[in-house]
């Protein structure tokens, strides 16, 4: 039960920073490390990668390859939230305290650890492998 209420948060994150990417993209945009090209265009894409990591997540036959698949878009996103705690870029408007924005960093790793856990089905894997050596 715990594992669904976890994925349940894990998909409201991934919903809302979907729907975020759109309606704040110019926000967004500014957290992009400039040497990165066409800052809003990678806005865009992650929002709807986002959204595509949701729907993967929701079918049980995707589950395993989507939470592998977030966790890694998670780790590649990382140097966007390293470069705003950096470099103090404000975002949706105003500017945040350099402590929360670093505090985000670390919680990106607990947000990757949930996502593997509430994804992974060896729950499963260990009744089919007991029920089939019957």
């Not at 998909?11 to 090209?37: Q, R």
């Not at 395993?64 to 990382?78: E, N, S």
């Not at 939230?81 to 790793?109: C, K, S, W």
Request: glycine fraction near 8%.
């Amino acid at each position: 039960m715990l594992k669904i209420i976890i994925r349940g948060l894990v998909c409201a994150v991934f919903s809302f920073g979907g729907v975020a990417h759109f309606v704040f993209a110019e926000d967004f945009a500014g957290i992009v490390p400039p040497l990165l090209p066409w800052p809003l265009a990678i806005v865009w894409a992650t929002g709807i990668m986002e959204f595509g990591l949701v729907l993967g997540i929701l079918m049980p036959k995707l589950r395993v390859l989507t939470g592998k698949l977030a966790a890694i878009y998670c780790l590649l996103v990382l140097p966007a939230n390293i470069y705003q705690a950096m470099n103090d870029v404000p975002i949706f408007g105003a500017h945040v305290t350099p402590e929360l924005l670093f505090l985000r960093i670390p919680l990106q790793f607990v947000l990757i650890a949930a996502i593997l856990w509430s994804t992974n089905d060896s729950d499963r894997r260990v009744i089919q492998k007991s029920t089939g050596a019957v």
